[in-house]
């Protein structure tokens, strides 16, 4: 297999030359809010629910340079415009930054900080070849519902396993890295360790950047009005006890096909299918099955004629402009449904689903980099559960799509504004959540194994302990330099949780240095 990979590999890069340098854009929502306000138009036909994007041509940026464009000094043009080392040559470069994200603040709970430094290095080799390599640590006190997140599961949101870090502390570091190879401009393979998103709304119900950095191998296609994408990666998972101290954590893989078709200037439809296994058990290792490695297969099939006990998911994707900055998007996922008790309405256990539907609007009321959007989403008990972790839908102890998991509706919504370099954002959220009670799963934790269910019959979204979460977050800035989107921002947040036992209010206030190039999802 790994000869054929080779031989693909050579074949392919005397096909054609790439065009542009094939490197991804950042996944951070604030610095793709530009490209999406261009591609809001009817007249865009870029593809957006496949992400991270190809930053052609580096066209991309978080913010315009509304501080001219003339001849400054070193110390000015480094601080606000480029990368601290950027060498290039005809044919080659390499940019070297450091990262930081340096944050004091207060709660009720006591003094927060964030202390994180990282740094960045990506470069290309002529235009068919970019390479990219980040790295963070991290010591830092959080507001007390994601503390008590972290102690629960021992990971820091989508930044990994944690140490303690003094008495309300935590210790973690977090590396991503890939190599990107384009051989013509239908064609893109990547090798890396990282996250994607599939989707065109602030979460994804079929797969989300809100878990650890992973490996994966990524086949992306364009040829004419479609858009593929094909991701094989591999997972680990905390749960399941070791096999051995030499095995070290289990692992378990996945494959999974997304078609994005555009239809017409203003309708665009997504298919997708995935498949999760486990990569061992207690006779040996199954690893990464080559049954499922063909790019354009349906996958059903062949986890039927194989046997698997895999989790299967299908879903769809669909965005609708409306008009010129105004466009509706939605989702849905299909984990398992009986189609007689669907009919039935009588909340069967296996009917297991999703959907989302949300609103994007840019420039709103002729006021230019005004943007807002709107997203409802809401996952039905035990979607993306299974009977084990080893096949559920998630990843180093997070959900692999919505961070809430499952059994949970939400109500989400921004309004963000941009004026040259300055900028703000106000953040609502509205949740009601069934998480678990003692001694049987009500649905939400997708880790838990769905034979732990408190019944099959009468489930509804919230069952459980019912948790109704409000979230409000004002934060603003002064953007410094456009290439790692550093940032002097003041963040404020309100956040009340509400249960039969009682309520817990919080807020909390932080100023800091950020250089913001992920997205760290702390609305839960």
Excluded: C
Excluded at 17 to 40: A, D, K, T, V
Excluded at 133 to 139: I, K, N, P, R, W
Excluded at 349 to 377: C, R, T
């Amino acid at each position: 297999m790994r000869v054929f990979l080779l031989f693909l590999f050579s074949l392919l890069t005397f096909i054609g030359y790439g065009q542009h340098i094939p490197s991804n854009f950042s996944l951070n929502r604030f610095w793709q809010l530009e490209f999406e306000r261009q591609n809001s138009l009817l007249e865009n036909k870029a593809h957006t629910s496949i992400r991270p994007w190809i930053n052609n041509s580096q066209q991309l940026a978080p913010s315009g340079d509304s501080l001219g464009t003339g001849e400054k000094s070193w110390l000015y043009r480094k601080v606000y415009r480029e990368h601290l080392v950027d060498y290039r040559k005809e044919d080659w470069s390499i940019q070297l930054d450091p990262l930081m994200d340096l944050q004091l603040g207060g709660s009720q709970g006591g003094s927060l900080a964030v202390n994180t430094r990282g740094v960045q290095l990506q470069g290309n080799i002529g235009t068919r070849f970019a390479f990219y390599s980040s790295f963070f640590e991290t010591q830092a006190t959080h507001p007390d519902h994601v503390t008590n997140k972290i102690r629960s599961t021992r990971v820091a949101p989508a930044q990994g396993n944690v140490r303690d870090f003094g008495s309300r502390g935590f210790d973690y570091a977090q590396s991503v890295a890939y190599v990107s190879f384009s051989p013509n401009k239908h064609f893109n393979f990547q090798f890396g360790h990282d996250r994607h998103f599939i989707g065109d709304g602030y979460r994804s119900l079929l797969l989300s950047d809100a878990s650890f950095p992973h490996p994966y191998f990524r086949i992306l296609t364009d040829v004419g009005p479609f858009q593929y994408m094909y991701l094989v990666s591999q997972y680990t998972d905390l749960v399941a006890p070791r096999l051995s101290n030499q095995l070290g954590n289990r692992q378990k893989y996945s494959a999974m096909g997304y078609l994005d078709w555009r239809i017409g200037k203003r309708f665009t439809l997504g298919f997708f299918q995935a498949v999760v296994w486990q990569a061992d058990d207690s006779t040996g290792r199954r690893g990464l099955d080559v049954n499922y490695l063909n790019p354009i297969i349906f996958l059903r099939p062949v986890e039927f004629s194989l046997g698997s006990e895999g989790n299967m998911l299908l879903g769809l994707n669909a965005k609708l402009k409306l008009s010129d900055h105004h466009l509706l998007y939605g989702q849905l996922i299909l984990d398992e449904f009986d189609f007689s008790e669907l009919v039935a309405q009588n909340g069967y256990w296996a009917n297991k689903y999703g959907f989302q539907l949300g609103y994007k609007g840019f420039d709103m009321f002729g006021i230019p980099h005004l943007a807002l959007q709107s997203e409802v989403n809401t996952v039905r008990p035990y979607t993306y559960s299974h009977w084990t972790s080893l096949t559920n839908y998630g990843q180093y102890n997070e959900p692999l799509a919505h961070p809430f998991g499952a059994n949970f509706i939400e109500w989400v919504n921004f309004i963000n504004y941009r004026k040259d370099r300055y900028y703000g954002q106000l953040q609502l959220m509205a949740a009601t959540i069934g998480y678990n009670e003692a001694g049987s799963s009500a649905g939400q934790d997708i880790f838990s194994s769905y034979y732990t269910r408190s019944r099959d019959y009468g489930n509804t979204i919230g069952q459980g302990n019912t948790t109704n979460i409000f979230l409000a977050g004002l934060k603003g800035g002064y953007i410094l330099n456009t290439q790692t989107n550093l940032r002097l921002e003041l963040s404020l947040h309100h956040r009340q949780s509400r249960q039969a036992s009682g309520t817990q209010n919080d807020q909390w206030i932080m100023l800091g240095l950020v250089s913001s190039i992920r997205n760290l999802y702390y609305d839960f």
